[in-house]
């Protein structure tokens, strides 16, 4: 089987703390530490999986710029077997839909069995598998949490829904699928490992290789335009407790006899 | 203005609990428009649902075929996408069906798609301004959405407050002729229903919960000590349990279980929507957690900011000297 996996560098929220520029219309960007979105880390470990069992390959991708290869390259230190970056000022400021249309262009140019995006990225929008799916008009399946192949072209997939049930569906290839987290035990990735990809070659393909109008993506294509970042209201918001461990208990501990918390 | 459509999904004749939601988030959209409801199903429980709608809609738009009777998305999103007018506003639940559904409905419909909308701050010509949160609800974005080809905006469960209104006295319209016949690449199988486990934290008034700051197996020792401390059980937020650390069916959140306990005890857990979902009851909130700036403190009742690895051990060692009695049988976590 032939697997593309569509993978997003973005910064990671379990060892940043978020905050506003000094001019609070964006987000302070220079001292945040990046990862692979962690959705994407086990979309890369199931097309591993899935080709450990039936042959193939996997080729991974990202839409962005010269930063962004640092996660194509750990992906081939996973075991991925090709990775491309996609990148064009063009494609700056692009929206989902800009996004899904570049994917199209790239899906075009080869032959994918299986496209495999994470479930959602930083932005918890959870549309660029979706939208790659309808403008390929193949099948699509968000959320999904098991992956079996069966014959026939054919796979057979669960979803996750509410209240922790699962849909089992059957699903035609090609076909789209997003995703969740949980679905795998993603391969630890060592310093090692990545030097030894570190030579490998990753090509750059822009709008011109992929027959893209400039004018149909980015910031001039796209229908849905950031315009600032803010700090929610902290709404009714927490009583801090603040002091030494043994003030800080102390007062918890009252606040939990009153509260029902101690039985 | 563009014509409203909200997308109902139902359960046994009964709308879902967004319906409300969807309708109060489309007259923020435009109050002076009565939105369409928009169904897809089958049979009586089609119609009932249709009906109840009525009082709410001045018009109701049911697409009914056998085809339609379980929700799958790729055939629900051939429907609308035959019968919904181009230029369309169309809001659906971003839920675990809304993922499935809306990005594409987009696409076919040529028109732009709003996910997870928290708030509608309303319309300036063809704009319509809007708040959407990333990365984990630390921080807020507003964003304007292009609206003069039509829109799907995804409406976050929980956010919008229903609103009153007199009854619409609607009509229920059949468009199910408008729709060809319906296959898909992707056919609906079965539901296997999620294991309820040794314990069961639905049953429990207490619960200490961990999450990402738990930071390995090893430590969830540390929240049992706790638990056994309190009389309370264990539950987790969702990375514990895609880590393996947890059972699944620990899990609170709208992928989880949903609970209602007096006192919930949030260690280590941002605080994400998709986790304050499954938490019911309105409890009085604990959040530890050494990230300041964690969404959980707004809506948490008591913060402290700590490493949870330090503080839960100084926590259950003063609830031992205070309480100083032999934990209770049949509490145990």
């Given at each position: 089987m032939e697997i593309l996996v569509c993978a997003k560098r973005v910064p990671d929220t379990s060892e940043n703390e978020i905050e506003l520029d000094r001019a609070g219309t964006d987000i302070e960007r220079d001292e945040l530490v990046y990862s692979i979105n962690e959705p994407d880390n086990y979309a890369v470990e199931e097309a591993l999986q899935l080709v450990d069992r039936t042959g193939g390959t996997v080729t991974v991708t990202t839409v962005g710029a010269e930063d962004d290869e640092e996660i194509l390259r750990r992906e081939m230190a996973m075991g991925a077997h090709h990775a491309v970056l996609l990148s064009d000022e063009a494609f700056e400021g692009s929206d989902g839909r800009g996004n899904a249309a570049i994917l199209k262009a790239f899906v075009q140019k080869g032959k994918y069995d299986l496209i495999l995006t994470g479930v959602q990225a930083d932005d918890g929008a959870a549309q660029v598998g979706g939208m790659l799916a309808a403008m390929l008009d193949y099948p699509f399946a968000a959320l999904v949490n098991s992956i079996e192949v069966l014959d026939g072209g054919k796979l057979k997939i669960g979803r996750e829904i509410e209240g922790g049930n699962r849909e089992i569906n059957e699903i035609d290839l090609p076909c789209v699928l997003s995703i969740q987290t949980g679905i795998n035990e993603p391969r630890y990735v060592g310093m090692r490992g990545i030097r030894q990809v570190a030579s490998r070659e990753i090509p750059t393909f822009d709008a011109g290789d992929l027959g893209i109008d400039p004018d149909t993506v980015g910031e001039a294509g796209a229908k849905l335009e950031r315009l600032d970042y803010f700090i929610p209201a902290m709404g009714k918001g927490a009583e801090m407790l603040e002091g030494s461990p043994e003030e800080i208990t102390g007062k918890l501990v009252e606040l939990l006899k009153v509260k029902g918390g101690l039985n | 203005m563009a014509r409203i459509f909200v997308y109902v999904v139902h359960k046994s004749g009964v709308p879902d609990d967004s319906a409300p939601e969807l309708l109060a988030a489309a007259r923020r959209i435009d109050p002076a428009q009565s939105p369409t409801a928009l169904l897809t199903g089958c049979g009586a429980e089609l119609e009932a649902v249709c009906g109840a709608l009525t009082a709410s809609c001045q018009e109701v738009w049911k697409i009914a075929g056998e085809a339609l009777a379980y929700p799958n998305a790729e055939l629900v999103r051939k429907a609308l996408a035959a019968v919904v007018p181009p230029g369309s506003i169309v809001l659906v639940a971003h839920s675990h069906f809304g993922v499935d559904l809306a990005p594409g409905l987009s696409i076919r419909m040529n028109a732009a798609y709003a996910p997870d909308v928290v708030e509608i701050e309303g319309v300036t010509g063809a704009a319509l301004k809007l708040v959407r949160q990333e990365f984990g609800g630390q921080v807020s974005a507003h964003v304007r959405c292009d609206i003069s080809g039509g829109a799907v905006i995804g409406v976050r469960p929980g956010a919008f407050k229903p609103i009153e209104s007199a009854p619409a006295g609607g009509q229920v319209i059949d468009k199910s002729a408008d729709v060809g016949p319906l296959t898909a690449g992707r056919r609906y199988l079965e539901t296997v229903v999620a294991e309820t486990g040794?314990?069961?934290?639905?049953?429990?008034?207490v619960l200490v919960s961990i999450g990402r700051g738990i930071q390995g197996e090893e430590n969830v020792p540390i929240a049992e000590e706790l638990a056994e401390a309190m009389g309370a059980a264990v539950s987790c937020s969702r990375p514990v349990v895609d880590a393996k650390w947890m059972e699944k069916s620990r899990q609170v959140g709208s992928s989880g279980k949903t609970v209602k306990p007096k006192v919930y005890m949030a260690c280590g857990i941002s605080g994400s929507f998709q986790h304050l979902a499954g938490l019911k009851g309105n409890p009085f909130i604990v959040a530890i957690n050494k990230n300041p700036k964690a969404p959980i403190f707004r809506v948490a009742d008591v913060g402290i900011v700590a490493d949870i690895l330090e503080f839960l051990p100084q926590l259950t060692n003063r609830i031992r000297e205070e309480c100083a009695v032999p934990a209770k049988g049949g509490h145990r976590s």
């Open positions: - | 040794a314990v069961d934290i639905t049953k429990h008034q």
